[in-house]
């Protein structure tokens, strides 16, 4: 049992989520930074579907009433060695504290916090109230059980840094066209690309408003379409709406563009007053990004 | 003539028209189904909504451009009409905080709006936005009004709404900027039942003024 004595700003349980439900207009979901959760799984030995603690801004504290293997990875704290299994011992505390920078910080434990599936995940869904364990943030009093979800011994060395996504701004994110990109004039495209966009305080898992006072795109509402994790949505009065994995599921507005795969953790790690360039990319190179990262999961440590 | 256009990296969105028809929206179904039936390699799932069907799939089994190939293929060759159903009927209570000046905005008595509300079949469009959101068409056109120059932070679950030519009925508590008319009992997302909806495109249901 971990027992949760402070809950942090926003702390959630998630895995991988649950792709495949948006007909029923339930988000996939799932760490926002997928990377370093994979990563934090990775380094404790457990499944990659195992469940763990994603959290933001500030951290939670919990309390281990057994010996324990965690690892904390994505956003900076400096409460514990990061991007390394450590092992936690019976009746010891940890304090995550603040996170910076970065945004979101990831706690694996080593056989994965143990709660129900909900429609396939153990992920907390904010829209829908449910999953999570709880259907809820995490609160202090909470209690989480552990599982079994092992796969291999925890990783002995740290994660090497150069096998890590940068976590400070300012962000390069790559973008492919579309899919509503010819709802916009010629040039449109082009005029984002060249455009900083700075990121609001209005920022969650479901998309991070950014500002472009610069930029003035022109457009109309759509009739509803299905939307993306990643798409840009471009308002009527011509602000950013970047959608993230806990995505409103269809939208009216046209999205000039779609964020990569590779790039969305870096959105996951983006904060408020930082600026986002977003850069026009193709199929091929978009493969090229996640084939780099994904190798990098696949060390021999 | 469709529309195929990448959705990012890991899905293709196929847009068969742009505007809110039963016409298209059978297509859109009935190419979802053939789909289904014939499940290409490569292709993980689909969206339904109003003209267009959106088609992830794994980057590792197929690319976009073979995706594409496969579903141009099926154009002008799926059978758009959609499946007659039951009528579902929607209790509903027609006390919502908007009724009184959607009354004033379409020149008809608050008992007007929900005769005109209530006196018609509608269809299912798209369930989406939020988990169980379920957006019906047509309004008639006397009951046009347009969405809230401000929206709610707060819109409780099972209230009905209009906005433009469409009605809809939030199944969970969300934000949302239609003008609020009524409310319903009826339970349409529960996480537990399979399927977690009540309702999907193509179905075809009902408000019934209840007490």
């Known amino acids: 049992m971990i027992e949760v004595t402070d809950g942090g700003r926003w702390t959630t349980i998630q895995d991988r989520g649950r792709p495949g439900l948006e007909r029923f207009g339930i988000p996939p979901g799932g760490a926002a930074d997928w990377f370093a959760a994979r990563v934090a799984n990775e380094l404790v030995g457990n499944q990659l579907d195992a469940a763990l603690l994603e959290c933001t801004a500030t951290g939670p504290t919990l309390r281990f009433d057994a010996e324990r293997v965690v ?3 994505g956003g900076q704290v400096g409460s514990v060695p990061d991007w390394q299994a450590v092992p936690m011992s019976r009746g010891s505390s940890l304090a995550l504290g603040a996170i910076a920078p970065g945004l979101r910080t990831y706690i694996a434990v080593r056989g994965g916090i143990d709660v129900p599936l909900v429609l396939g995940s153990r992920s907390f869904c904010h829209r829908g109230s449910f999953g999570g364990g ?18 291999q011994q925890p990783v002995r060395d740290p994660w090497p840094p150069s096998h890590r996504l940068p976590l400070r701004g300012p962000w390069e994110v790559r973008v492919i066209a579309g899919p509503q990109v010819e709802a916009f004039d010629d040039e449109a495209l082009e005029r984002l690309g060249a455009t900083a966009c700075r990121v609001t305080p209005a920022i969650d898992r479901m998309g991070l408003r950014l500002e472009t006072p610069a930029l003035r795109l022109q457009t109309q509402e759509i009739v509803t379409v299905p939307m993306t994790a990643g798409a840009i949505q471009v308002t009527p009065s011509g602000g950013l709406i970047v959608l993230h994995v806990d995505h409103q599921t269809t939208g009216g507005y046209p999205v000039i563009a779609t964020v990569i795969t590779a790039d969305l953790p870096l959105l996951a790690q983006a904060r408020p007053g930082d600026t986002v360039h977003f850069r026009p990319a193709d199929a091929a190179e978009a493969d090229r990004a996640l084939n780099r990262i994904s190798g990098w999961l696949e060390l021999d440590l | 003539m469709w529309q195929v256009a990448p959705a990012g990296d890991r899905a293709l969105l196929i847009t068969v028209g742009t505007i809110i028809d039963p016409a298209l929206l059978g297509q859109v179904l009935a190419l979802d189904r053939v789909l289904q039936d014939r499940r290409p390699s490569g292709l993980l799932g689909t969206v339904p909504a109003y003209a267009s069907l959106l088609c992830h799939y794994d980057a590792e089994v197929t690319d976009a451009a073979r995706l594409e190939e496969t579903i141009r293929q099926l154009e002008g060759k799926v059978e758009g009409a959609i499946p007659s159903g039951p009528v579902v009927d929607i209790p509903t209570r027609y006390d919502g905080p908007d ?97 977690p909806v009540r309702f999907k495109p193509g179905d075809r249901l009902r408000f019934v003024p209840a007490p």
């Not at chain 1, 709880?134 to 796969?151: E, K, N, Q, T």
């Not at chain 2, 008992?111 to 988990?131: D, K, N, T």
């Not at chain 2, 433009?164 to 003008?179: H, M």
């Open chain 2, 99 to 195: 009724l009184p000046e959607v009354a004033l905005k379409t020149n008809l008595t608050p008992a007007g709006v929900i005769e005109l509300h209530a006196g018609r079949e509608y269809l299912v469009y798209c369930v989406g936005f939020a988990p169980g959101f379920t957006y019906c068409g047509e309004l008639p056109d006397q009951l046009k009004v347009p969405r809230l120059a401000s929206p709610r932070l707060r819109v409780p679950a099972g209230s009905i709404g209009i906005a433009g030519r469409q009605t809809g009925i939030y199944a969970v508590e969300s934000p949302g900027g239609w003008n609020l008319i009524g409310r319903t009992t009826l339970r349409l997302f529960n996480p537990t039942a399979d399927p």
């Open chain 1, 134 to 151: 709880f259907g809820r943030c995490l609160a202090a009093g909470d209690r989480l059980r552990i599982g079994h979800m092992v796969g």
């Open chain 1, 71 to 73: 690892a904390v990875t």
